[in-house]
T-cell receptor, first 113, second 114 residues
Framework: NAGVMQNPRHLVRRRGQEARLRCSPM?????VYWYRQLPEEGLKFMVYLQKENIIDESGMPKERFSAEFPKEGPSILRIQQVVRGDSAAYFCASAGQNNQPQHFGDGTRLSIL | AQSVSQHNHHVILSEAASLELGCNYSYGGTVNLFWYVQYPGQHLQLLLKYFSGDPLVKGIKGFEAEFIKSKFSFNLRKPSVQWSDTAEYFCAVSRASGNTPLVFGKGTRLSVIA
């Protein structure tokens, strides 16, 4: 069974460019979560999605950030007009039904030049 | 709002020493509690979880944790650490209802020396 797949593992962008991070949940999982980890910090929740729906986006910055989880294909976290402060590790997790534990991907390390 | 405190930022132990990592949370309702481990260069892996029942939870690799409701604590323990336990350890909490997001502590880095 494939785990949670994230790509790319590393992404380098210049200020002002767009970053797209992808996450394919574990097979059978319909709940997807995005977290951000800044240096020396724990993971901070950003957004929680189910297929085609955003359930909770309370942790996501109001501007430049968006997320989707379409009916077909991976979940996408999109950051427009990136700034240096967006440099971080972005982790995706997925879970099945009935309050099951979340399983994490390897993360995408985003570096902004 | 929920929050999680991990009191130790970096712990250094010799092999075979006993380990206890502190975790306290703040939340007024019923919670689920987790410990995740992140080995260098790898993703977070679930060590153990508490949903309900016996407050002493056994996890993988000889780890255990005890939920003490009156103290809002969920400390992680291992009687005898190995060099391979060197990693970052994260305590996390979520509301017990539904598939709610996790709130993480800042993590504790464990270094085990020979």
């Amino acid at each position: 069974n494939a785990g949670v797949m994230q790509n790319p593992r590393h992404l380098v962008r210049r200020r002002g460019q767009e970053a797209r991070l992808r996450c394919s949940p574990m097979k059978g999982h319909s709940h997807v979560y995005w977290y951000r980890q800044l240096p020396e910090e724990g993971l901070k929740f950003m957004v929680y999605l189910q297929k085609e729906n955003i359930i909770d986006e309370s942790g996501m910055p109001k501007e430049r950030f968006s997320a989707e989880f379409p009916k077909e294909g991976p979940s996408i976290l999109r950051i427009q007009q990136v700034v240096r402060g967006d440099s971080a590790a972005y982790f995706c997790a997925s879970a099945g039904q009935n309050n099951q534990p979340q399983h994490f991907g390897d993360g995408t390390r985003l570096s902004i030049l | 709002a929920q929050s999680v405190s991990q009191h130790n930022h970096h712990v250094i132990l010799s092999e075979a020493a006993s380990l206890e990592l502190g975790c306290n949370y703040s939340y007024g309702g019923t919670v689920n509690l987790f410990w995740y481990v992140q080995y260098p260069g790898q993703h977070l892996q679930l060590l153990l979880k508490y949903f309900s029942g016996d407050p002493l939870v056994k996890g993988i690799k000889g780890f255990e944790a005890e939920f003490i409701k009156s103290k809002f604590s969920f400390n992680l323990r291992k009687p005898s650490v190995q060099w391979s336990d060197t990693a970052e350890y994260f305590c996390a909490v979520s509301r017990a209802s539904g598939n709610t997001p996790l709130v993480f502590g800042k993590g504790t880095r464990l270094s085990v020396i020979a």
